[in-house]
């Protein structure tokens, strides 16, 4: 069974009981919720992922709560409180982003808490089990050059984390949403209409944010590891011609490791699993500023590489 | 005691340090300290040499066989290359070998 397959009704009355269980590659959430709007956006956006039904027998990574106020602020600008194990971690946001609250927080717990992988903030996209990390800042255009990638047939690995596995080298999928800011969320409608956006959730932290569906292929697949193969670094700035250009290995390094949420966590692990990316992978810095050419140059870049293929 | 130019410098022997070596640099990273380091030559040279053996300033003039040809340009390079080392103290990946010394001595009664 697939969250989709619950009506809303039912689905209302789960997060409000016994909460829902559902599996997101290499994680098992427990999510419990009485904010009411919450769950139309993750019927929506969470529709493929399959759930974990009853008897749970497995131990839950996340158990998370979505809550809101139970004093007068009920009445007055009410809030909305994430919990990881009955603890309020974050601050609250209002009640009606009960949906960005949600994504922010369970980053936050897979940051804190999955320190049995190398925890990379990047998108990470694959074609079969060739997979491309795209590092970035904040608005370098991580995230809408992985949508849009994702949207040309990409598997969908991650939006926001590369869960590398330091002694194999291979990341692995969760298949979540991808987060769009400001004017990604246009470009990214434009871009095509098989995007399945849920709604926009203006002046949040990040400005607005709306999220993109996982392809369902991507969360049918999300238990296929990938071997990093590319990592390309991208920064979107208006007018910019394209540049495709490799990075030298040892400041790719630096690249990589200064992208990671656990390396020094790590200790040793982490800079072996860095080396081995560093070491097997071809590293790119990407200036670019028209989106569908981005595309077809990766496209091109990749379809070339031979690299990791059977002969 | 006090470093001076006669100090002879050591990495930790209980730093194992770990090396990946590319085609422009070397990364090096420090499992006492944790921290992870790019070095070029000459430092990456110099430390080389330091974890073979105990080494002064200038013995690690002599071993990298540099072709000197007056006492000026040994002064000038010995200025330099004490600066790489303090540098790589401060990092944490050497020492001065009477800290290793004394901390061996140590070791027993503690």
Known sequence: MIIADLSNRELTRILNGPGLRWGSGPFSIHLKNSIPNFTDYLSLIYGGHPVIEEPWEDIADFHIQLTTNSNYRRFWKPQVFFQLDGVNHLAP???DHAPPMFEWGWNFSIAGRANHFLIL??????KGDRAMLLPGIPGSGKSTLCAAMV??????LSDEFAL???ESGLVFPTARPIALKNQSIEIIREFSKDAILGPDFAKTRKGTVAHMRPPDDSIKNMDQVAKPTWVVSPHYQEGQNQILEQIPKE???LLVAANAFNYETLGDAGFKAVAR????STIFNFRYSNLEEA?????????????GLAP | MNISQETQWIVPQRCSLLWEQFENGCLIFNPLSGTTHLLFDPALEILKLLEQKPMTAQTVIQSLDLALESKAQNSEVL???????IDLDRLGIIQPLFLETTKNKQTPTS
Do not use: Q
């Open chain 1, 164 to 166: 590398l596995h330091p």
């Open chain 1, 121 to 126: 903030h990047n998108a990470v996209i694959a």
């Open chain 1, 295 to 307: 595309v077809e140059t990766l496209e091109i870049m990749t379809n070339n590489d031979k690299k």
């Open chain 2, 79 to 85: 200025a330099n290359i004490w600066k790489i080392i």
């Open chain 1, 277 to 280: 990316v560093v070491k097997e």
């Open chain 1, 151 to 156: 949207l040309r047939g990409w598997r969908l």
């Open chain 1, 93 to 95: 946001f209002p009640k």
């Open chain 1, 251 to 253: 400041h790719a390094f």
